[in-house]
């Protein structure tokens, strides 16, 4: 069983920056891949960057390359995602989650949301 908790949400305007954070539990937690999604309002959940188990391959969606960067402490059993060059489509609640396949298509965990907010 793995638990996840995210945080570092929040408002901040066009342009600005934010760290996203994800805290796991359990044992096995360096096994899985860990990814982050969004959900706006009205549209369906969407992959944002996903980072495999050791060693450490990242990927992003097509919207967030070259902003955000998506990183792993093992030894703390963090995954952060940076995310820089904020824009208002970037508004949405963010999802942290675990999977054992890569790239990540099928979730086995989810976190329960943090809620990024982007001011023209």
């Known amino acids: 069983q793995v638990q996840l908790v995210e945080s570092g949400g929040g408002l901040v305007q066009a342009g600005g920056s934010l760290r996203l954070s994800c805290a796991a539990s359990?044992?096995?937690?360096?096994?899985?891949?860990v990814a982050w999604f969004r959900q706006a309002s009205g549209k369906e959940r969407a992959f944002v960057a996903g980072v495999s188990w050791e060693p450490q391959h990242t990927y992003y969606g097509d919207s967030v390359k070259g902003r955000f960067t998506i990183s792993r402490d093992i030894a703390k059993n963090t995954v952060n995602l940076q995310m820089n060059g904020l824009k208002p489509e970037d508004t949405a609640v963010y999802y942290c989650?675990?999977?054992?396949?890569?790239?990540?298509?099928?979730?086995?965990?989810w976190g329960q949301g943090t809620q990024v907010t982007v001011s023209s």
């Open positions: 359990g044992r096995t937690f360096s096994r899985y891949a």
């Open positions: 989650a675990a999977a054992q396949n890569w790239p990540v298509y099928l979730v086995d965990f």
